[in-house]
């Protein structure tokens, strides 16, 4: 009964530290444009922004990893286009909310010293591009086409069913 119950724990689990970490990654954005609205990087401080972007694309992408991961565990219906296409790129599509207006507010700053701009920009848009790519399940697999691991060690391969062998094979 208990490793029934194991991958749906760990579905769960994963899902809260993608949230978690996607949350993290947001708030790192948010620090960095109040940053850059009071002009902490006009004058230099490219270690900080630096950072910051970093962070926030480190955060993005195990954000995106857990999350995949989760939809292994639970992937959605094929069924319902919208619900599948959205659960499936979420991580794609929070690593955009999380990179987007800074990476923006940066290379809109007239005020910012040209070569923090520059190196900042390009690097933040860099990262953007990486931890999007990371987000994008390219792959999805809907319900009904995976076996949860250890399925067959539970069940016995002889007790699946000739429906997950062909769907399997």
């Known amino acids: 009964m208990a490793s029934?119950?194991?991958?749906?724990?760990?579905?769960h689990a994963s899902s809260a530290f993608?949230?978690?970490?996607?949350?993290?990654?947001?708030?790192g954005e948010i620090y960095g444009i109040i940053l850059l609205r009071q002009n902490k990087f006009d004058q230099g401080h490219l270690p900080l922004i630096i950072g910051l972007l970093v962070g926030i694309a480190?955060?993005?992408i195990a954000g995106n990893l857990l999350w995949k991961a989760?939809?292994?565990?639970?992937?959605?219906?094929?069924?319902?286009?919208?619900s599948f296409f959205f659960q499936n790129q979420l991580g794609a599509i929070i690593t955009l909310i999380a990179f987007l207006p800074l990476v923006f507010l940066i290379l809109t700053d007239k005020n910012m010293d040209p070569q923090t701009k520059k190196v900042a920009g390009g690097l933040g848009a860099a990262l953007a591009v990486l931890a999007t790519?990371?987000?994008?399940?390219?792959k999805p697999t809907p319900i009904g086409r995976t076996?949860?691991?250890?399925?067959?060690?539970?069940?016995?391969?002889?007790q699946i069913g000739a429906a997950h062998h062909r769907l399997l094979a």
């Open 58 to 60: 480190i955060f993005a």
């Open 18 to 27: 993608a949230a978690l970490a996607w949350i993290v990654a947001i708030g």
């Open 4 to 11: 029934n119950a194991r991958p749906e724990v760990f579905r």
């Open 147 to 158: 076996v949860h691991p250890g399925y067959e060690r539970m069940r016995g391969p002889d």
């Open 133 to 138: 790519v990371m987000g994008i399940s390219f």
């Open 70 to 82: 989760a939809n292994r565990h639970d992937p959605a219906r094929a069924s319902d286009r919208a």
